[in-house]
């Protein structure tokens, strides 16, 4: 077990106990310790680049981002002071990007299930509500380390309804080693600069501005908050076109449908993303890819509560650029693509015998460098390049689910599976390993939110249907 508090990843007692999980055969003797320091040379068996999984390169990671990218003997000979860590049976892979997640609905999960559409009126707004400081800091926390354990190590946050200072959510994840994204709901029309402001130069903390749903404010305040959010570089996340209930709203009220009404304000632009937008017209779509807008396709979300599935394969044929998200259903990256390859198949691929529907690249793609730039983190991380930040897994690949191995990035998408997943590296810094901390207790943080988790869904006296 790690030591609690906040210990730094190189101190090798607190990561020795996990050692003997690696003594499965698979690993060799690959320990922690091969990814503590600031720089390492890492020769994995395959290494996932933007093109597809390449044999004999090396990675040099240094200070947090990958430096050098080559032909293991030249990147060997050039950095004779490194000891190279081999990851023998391994493939090394960027991180999966969750392009929409709700950290602060952690603990009422599996309160949504069965419930009809617009959950976010009966459970999540009460849900969130009832949290204080302490409590929307641990389900930062807790949903920070299962986006984790599922290969994320960029997350973000759509924006906390719950009564506190978004810091709570920050200190969670930060704790945690994990990426954010860190929206602050901005439907009145101030607080949007103070927040841009904020977390700047901060490693792990991107700030972002949301308006839950463009009902929620006026047309003045989203198209400002679009424009300051486009000056800062940042995000504008908002929930589109989700629920049929919203869209007919919407057309009541303003005469457009939620995304024309973006459109019509003039908030829609590169700096625009989009939650979900499973219900687009083809106008709509066109909308999307002329104004250079984002959207984050959440399969998971369409399963569980949805009245419709984006079409993916059709925004990516229509050049639409997009995200994948969770939307705090179930922080897993591997079964998200698989989800969204899916959803895909079984909405849009039967009708048109379209039996590839995207292939695996298109969803591992999509969950990677196309969520960071959905997120405005192009330049920042989904791929291992040189000059990106160190945003890595290292997954095992000598499973019999993945052999013989064909086309891996299908197998990944459609196989694969958390457990896999040996070490988990966000900023070049080491945050889990088989799945857990090496240098903080995710045990007690579990057994923390096991018995806070309850109280608080007490305390909002969630109105629910009982599914029979
Ligand atoms: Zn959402």
């Known amino acids: 077990m790690g030591t609690s508090g906040t210990g730094a990843p190189g101190t090798a007692d607190a990561a020795a106990p996990h050692d003997a999980r690696t003594k499965n055969g698979t690993d060799n003797d690959l320990r922690p310790a091969h990814f503590h320091g600031t720089r390492q040379l890492l020769v994995p068996e395959l290494l996932l680049l933007p093109d597809g999984?390449?044999?004999?390169?090396?990675?040099?990671?240094?200070?947090?981002k990958f430096r050098a990218i080559g032909p293991a003997e030249q990147l060997i000979a050039a950095h004779r002071d490194l000891q190279p860590v081999r990851l023998d049976g391994h493939l090394l892979m960027p991180g999966f990007v969750d392009a929409h997640h709700h950290l602060t609905q952690s603990f009422g999960k599996a309160q949504s299930f069965g419930q009809p559409s617009e959950i976010f009126k009966t459970v999540w707004e009460p849900l969130e509500h009832a949290l204080d400081e302490e409590s929307a800091y641990l389900s930062a926390k807790l949903a920070a380390l299962e986006a984790l354990r599922g290969g994320f190590t960029t997350v973000a946050d759509a924006g906390t309804r719950a009564p506190v200072d978004v810091g709570a959510v920050a200190k969670g994840t930060e704790e945690a080693g994990i990426r954010c994204v860190l929206s602050k709901i901005v439907s009145t029309g101030t607080g949007g600069p103070a927040h841009l402001a904020r977390w700047e130069g901060h490693?792990?903390?991107?700030?972002?501005?949301?308006?839950?749903?463009?009902?929620?404010?006026?047309?003045?305040?989203?198209?400002?908050?679009?424009?300051?959010?486009?000056?800062?570089?940042?995000?504008?996340?908002?929930?589109?076109?989700?629920?049929?209930?919203?869209?007919?709203?919407?057309?009541k009220s303003v005469g457009r449908r939620p995304l024309e009404h973006?459109?019509?304000?003039?908030?829609?632009?590169?700096?625009?993303?989009?939650?979900?937008?499973?219900?687009?017209?083809?106008?709509?779509?066109?909308?999307?890819?002329?104004?250079?807008?984002?959207?984050?396709?959440?399969?998971?979300?369409?399963?569980?509560?949805?009245?419709?599935?984006?079409?993916?394969?059709?925004?990516?044929?229509?050049?639409?650029?997009?995200?994948?998200?969770?939307?705090?259903?179930?922080?897993?990256?591997?079964?998200?693509?698989?989800?969204?390859?899916?959803?895909?198949?079984?909405?849009?691929?039967?009708?048109?015998?379209?039996?590839?529907?995207?292939?695996?690249?298109?969803?591992?793609?999509?969950?990677?460098?196309?969520?960071?730039?959905?997120?405005?983190?192009?330049?920042?991380?989904?791929?291992?390049?040189?000059?990106?930040?160190?945003?890595?897994?290292?997954?095992?690949?000598?499973?019999?689910?993945?052999?013989?191995?064909?086309?891996?990035?299908?197998?990944?998408?459609?196989?694969?599976?958390?457990?896999?997943?040996?070490?988990?590296?966000?900023?070049?810094?080491?945050?889990?390993?088989?799945?857990?901390?090496?240098?903080?207790?995710?045990?007690?943080?579990?057994?923390?939110?096991?018995?806070?988790g309850p109280e608080v869904v007490r305390r909002a006296k969630l109105q629910r249907v009982e599914p029979v």
Request: aromatic share 4%; charged share 15%; proline share 5%.
């Open 262 to 452: 973006l459109h019509h304000v003039g908030a829609l632009g590169p700096h625009t993303l989009g939650a979900h937008a499973t219900l687009l017209t083809p106008s709509e779509m066109r909308l999307l890819a002329d104004s250079g807008a984002a959207i984050s396709y959440n399969p998971v979300a369409s399963a569980w509560k949805g009245n419709g599935v984006a079409h993916a394969t059709m925004l990516a044929a229509m050049g639409v650029r997009f995200g994948m998200g969770t939307d705090g259903t179930r922080g897993d990256g591997f079964r998200l693509v698989d989800a969204g390859e899916t959803a895909q198949r079984l909405a849009y691929g039967m009708a048109s015998g379209d039996s590839v529907c995207g292939a695996g690249r298109t969803w591992l793609t999509h969950a990677t460098a196309s969520s960071a730039d959905a997120l405005g983190l192009g330049k920042v991380t989904g791929e291992i390049a040189a000059g990106k930040a160190a945003d890595f897994l290292v997954v095992n690949l000598d499973v019999p689910e993945l052999t013989p191995s064909y086309d891996l990035r299908w197998e990944l998408v459609r196989l694969a599976n958390r457990d896999q997943i040996a070490a988990v590296v966000v900023d070049g810094t080491l945050r889990l390993w088989h799945g857990w901390p090496p240098d903080w207790d995710g045990h007690a943080l579990v057994a923390r939110a096991a018995q806070l």
């Open 203 to 251: 490693p792990l903390i991107h700030p972002s501005l949301a308006i839950a749903v463009p009902e929620d404010a006026p047309g003045e305040v989203i198209k400002k908050t679009a424009d300051m959010c486009a000056e800062a570089g940042a995000v504008l996340q908002i929930h589109v076109n989700e629920h049929l209930a919203s869209v007919e709203r919407s057309l």
């Open 53 to 64: 999984p390449v044999r004999g390169q090396a990675v040099l990671v240094d200070g947090g």
